[in-house]
């Protein structure tokens, strides 16, 4: 045992005595270091990134949103324009308006006319020229041809050498 009278030594159970304690001492605060303010920074540079980019695809979106609707106003009054030009392509393609720039023209109706039968190569009819004046009023209905008027058709002959053709 010891040499101490009164005093024992602590032991573990039945085994070797325990350690001799160390004194105790206060341990000086842990002073932030680099690494724990650069977290909080990092995390503080990539929300303000994220806030700007944010900013930034809203105003591309509202830019694009104000070209949309220049265009769409645009393309309403191109569509009223083409329309307006269809009507007057149809009143200027008229029957009624084609026959009295003819007759301003002085161009008179033939009441013999001549047609071509795609099918057979054949003009039906026989040519004649319109007798002179203003024709006769309101005659708007074209005779129909008979048959025994037709004639073949003959392609006129051409002189020189073909183009675009082979050899």
Known sequence: MSSVIGRREPTRGNSAPLPARTKLAV??????TRRSRAF????????AAGLVGLLLVNIAMQNTAFELAQLTARADHLHVRQQKLQ????????????????Q?????????????DLATGKV????????????PAGSTLVPEPTPQQSKPLTPPRRSGPVRGGQG
């Open 27 to 32: 341990v000086p605060e842990r002073s932030p």
């Open 40 to 47: 909080p920074a990092t995390v503080m540079a990539l929300m």
């Open 87 to 102: 009507l007057e392509v149809d009143r200027l393609g008229s029957p009624e308006h084609l026959a009295q720039v003819a």
């Open 104 to 116: 301003a023209q002085g161009m008179v109706p033939n009441l013999n006319p001549v047609f071509l």
């Open 124 to 135: 039906v009819g026989t040519p004649t020229p319109a007798p002179p004046g203003p024709g």
